[in-house]
C-alpha cells in the first residue's frame, strides 16, 4: 500500500518522509515519481524533485514558482531545468535562487548578462565560476569596484593571477 506525502506528515512518519526524500534524490528516480511528489506538503521532499535531472520540465516549472526559497534553488541548480525557467529565476527576489542561477551552465546569456549587475557580490562570484560566462561578461566583471571579484574575474580571463597567487608587497 502506498502512502502519500501529506499521510506521512499527518501521522508523523517522518522515517518515511526521510525515505521518500532519499528516493527522490536518486538519480534513477521515475519521472512519474517524481511527478507526484510536486505537491508534497514536505518542502524537503518537493527541493529533492526540484533538483532531479529526471523532473519533467512541465513540474520543473510548476517547482520554480514555489513558496519556498530552497525547492527554486534547486531548480535553478538543476541542469536539466530548460532556459525559459532558468531566465525567470535569473530575476527571483531571493538572492540565493539568483545565485543559483548565475551558476547553472544552462542559464542562457541574457539572463547572465543582467546578473552580472545584481547587487548582491555573491551572485556575481557565481558568474565567474560558472563555464558558460561569456568573455565579455567576465571583462565587465573585472571593472567591478569588489577587489576580489575584479582579480578572480582577471584571472579567469588569463590575464592576472587569482589572488590567492599574487605576491603581497609592503
Known sequence: MEISTKELVET???????EVWFAARSQSAAPEFLSSLS?????????????????PKSILAKLSTDQNVTVRWKVANNEATPIEILRKLAADEDWDVRYAAAGNVGTPEDALARLAKDEVIHVKFALVANKSTTKEILQ???KDSNNNLSALAKAALGIAAPPSKQKVTK
Open 12 to 18: 508523523k512518519r517522518y522515517d518515511e518522509a526521510n
Open 39 to 55: 505537491d508534497s506538503p514536505i518542502w524537503f521532499i518537493r527541493s529533492a524533485a526540484g533538483g532531479n535531472k529526471n523532473t
Open 140 to 142: 565587465e566583471l573585472a
